[in-house]
């Protein structure tokens, strides 16, 4: 870290009188570069290898998933919001439908949450397990980018047997999920939940202590609390700087309140904090699992609230009851009442937060997404000045940018 | 069953919250409006003391809202509503763990609003963000340019007068004689 206050007359050139301007480069990074997970620009500024100034720009990647969600019905959301984290997408479909549910007033059978909870600790494995093997493999670890993604395609593998698709999941609905645990779920589960603490065992030995991989990583990117609460920091990345804010303790939704976790803080909030915090939100992450599959009830796992699901096909060919509600929701759609609502999620970045707007019609008025690694990225500049070009890396690989979920 | 909810409803809506009660105290003037919908407090503000009510929403020790979780507008275009816009703010406090809404109204005229860029870092590409999708303007923004949206685009793609199907490339496009419309009635 180098004295920003002299730096910082160096730019401006007004304290000395001295014009050091023809020293400092401007070089564009990305907007596709290898280093750069998506589609980000980052204009720098530099002395020599030093890091002056940095102004990122984003919207590459936008696609307009606000505009588009308002003008479809409500339950067409869903599938767009598999593409928001797309190495998390179960939580965002968890996130939304939570929304809507909290907008009827309703709430999902308990089965159906804590097949939410596996589901969304898989996905937040998954998305820890992409993030730090991608920050490895961009600082020389490439074997434990390879184990990692291993260990990654366990988890997708089990996705896909819930959901039939590894990435455009689609899988919650208003009320409940699409569907129920496969057959031999649970055991699959255990399985692959036994081969995955093998490689986080394995992985940990090679890189936590390695001396290689810390000196890269240790007092780089350092973020203050203070700091870090200002530019709205969640997640993981606020954890560790010290703040031990997660939603699933502080707001607990579903069924968080009757597990037993830890919440991993670190101390000054660098890299190398991030990295451990992640590791062991992982290894929590586990331990959620395997309580919620112990404690899996039986029972539906869908709300018998009307209009929020299809009826049976046989109420649709035997009562009225039936016939009326399929065909209005057919026709019309589902149609919460009037009101707004924001329903909090932890999420693999951080929090996502969903606010709804409803006129009671039948059409979203309002659909917005807080994008958690919004903020972090926001912050890069704040980030990254006073370090080296070559420090851009971990950190940037650290904020575990989402285009998806950045640009919308 | 429905006459049940909406009472029901209605019983929440006209009950104060701890924080709605303390901001009428410190700005009896500024609070024009609260509810509590689904238990999310919310406070409708007057845009001159906006400003002031976010300053004392961060520093008061009653209060401490460390955290500006999100920023947004919302276009009330089609509900037939006026003013045309509301600005959402959602706060949430770690030391007392709680969340807040605090929402402005905006008419369509008048679309500005006071930045509080300085009070919150995080607010400083969210107000960008928000001029970008809502053409609110941002009094007092150092720095306010589109975010997602390039330099050269006209219009602000969230309000609801903008067409979805509406195209603005900024290379010419080739001629297509059949463009597909995916189905959109509109």
Redesign the interface.
């Known amino acids: 870290m180098t004295d920003m206050s002299a730096l910082q007359s160096r730019i401006e050139g007004d304290s000395s009188g001295e014009d050091y301007s023809a020293s400092i480069m401007s070089i564009e990074i990305g907007p596709a570069h290898p280093a750069m997970h998506g589609i980000v620009r980052f204009t720098t500024h530099l002395d020599g290898e030093l890091i002056v100034g940095m102004d990122p720009e984003?919207?590459y990647l936008?696609r307009?998933f606000?505009?588009?969600s308002?003008?479809s019905k409500w339950i067409q959301v869903i599938p767009y919001t598999d593409r928001l984290n797309y190495v998390s997408p179960l939580l965002n479909n968890i996130g939304y439908s939570m929304a809507v549910e909290?907008?009827y007033?309703i709430e999902a059978p308990r089965r159906a949450e804590f097949t939410r909870v596996i589901m969304g600790e898989i996905s937040r494995i998954t998305d820890h397990l992409t993030c730090l093997g991608a920050v490895a493999m961009e600082i020389g670890a490439f074997t434990f980018f390879l184990w990692f993604i291993k260990a990654r395609e366990y988890l997708w593998e089990l996705v896909e047997e819930m959901t039939g698709a590894r990435l455009t999941t689609n899988w919650t609905r208003f009320g409940g999920n699409a569907h129920d645990l496969p057959d031999g779920f649970l055991n699959d589960l255990a399985d692959r939940l036994l081969k995955l603490k093998e490689v986080m065992s394995e992985c940990d030995k090679l890189l936590t202590r390695n001396k290689i991989f810390i000196d890269r990583v240790k007092d780089v990117g350092s973020f203050s609390k203070e700091?870090a609460?200002?530019?709205?920091f969640?997640g993981p990345l606020l954890r560790a700087c010290g703040?031990p804010?997660d939603v699933r303790r502080?707001?607990p939704y579903s069924v968080y309140d009757e597990l037993d976790f830890e919440i991993p803080v670190g101390s000054v909030g660098d890299c190398f904090d991030r990295f451990l915090v992640r590791m062991e939100e992982i290894r929590q992450s586990i331990l959620i699992i395997e309580q919620a599959a112990d404690k899996m009830p039986e029972g539906p796992f869908m709300t018998d609230e009307r209009m929020m699901h299809y009826p049976d096909k046989k109420d649709v060919y035997g009562n009225i009851e039936g016939l009326i509600d399929h065909f209005k929701l057919v026709m019309e759609g589902h149609q919460p009442?009037a009101?707004?609502?924001?329903m909090?999620i932890e999420g693999g970045n951080g929090?996502i937060?969903l606010?709804l707007?409803s006129?009671g019609s039948g059409d979203p008025?309002?659909v917005?997404m807080?994008p958690p690694c919004?903020?972090l990225v926001?912050?890069m500049p704040?980030m990254t000045v006073g370090h080296y070009v070559a420090d851009i890396v971990p950190i940037f690989g650290s904020v575990n940018m989402i285009g998806g979920e950045l640009?919308? | 069953m429905s006459e049940e909810i909406s009472t029901k409803e209605t019983e929440v809506i006209s009950e104060a919250g701890e924080l709605t009660t303390l901001l009428q105290e410190e700005f009896p003037e500024a609070v024009s409006g609260f509810h509590a919908h689904r238990g999310d407090e919310t406070v409708v503000i007057e845009r001159d003391a906006f400003e002031a009510v976010c300053r004392f929403l961060r520093d008061d020790l009653r209060c401490s809202f460390e955290i500006m979780m999100d920023l947004t507008a919302v276009d009330r275009l089609e509900m037939k509503e006026t003013p045309r816009f509301e600005m959402v703010y959602h706060f949430k406090s770690l030391t007392h763990a709680r969340r807040l809404r605090i929402k402005v109204l905006l008419t369509e005229e008048d679309c500005k609003i006071d930045s509080i860029h300085h009070l919150w870092k995080a607010v400083d590409w969210y107000e960008r963000e928000c001029y970008d999708m809502f053409g609110i303007h941002f009094e007092g923004h150092p720095d306010l340019r589109r975010l997602l949206m390039y330099d050269e685009f006209e219009g602000h793609p969230l309000r609801k007068d903008y067409p979805i199907d509406k195209q603005q490339p900024l290379l010419e496009l080739k001629e297509v004689e059949e463009r597909h419309t995916y189905g959109r009635h509109t």
């Open positions: 984003i919207g936008h307009g606000e505009k588009e308002e003008n909290k907008l007033g700091d609460l200002s530019f709205g969640t703040i804010y502080s707001d009442p009101g707004e609502v924001y909090p929090e937060g606010y707007v006129d008025v309002r917005r807080r919004f903020n926001a912050a704040a640009d919308r």
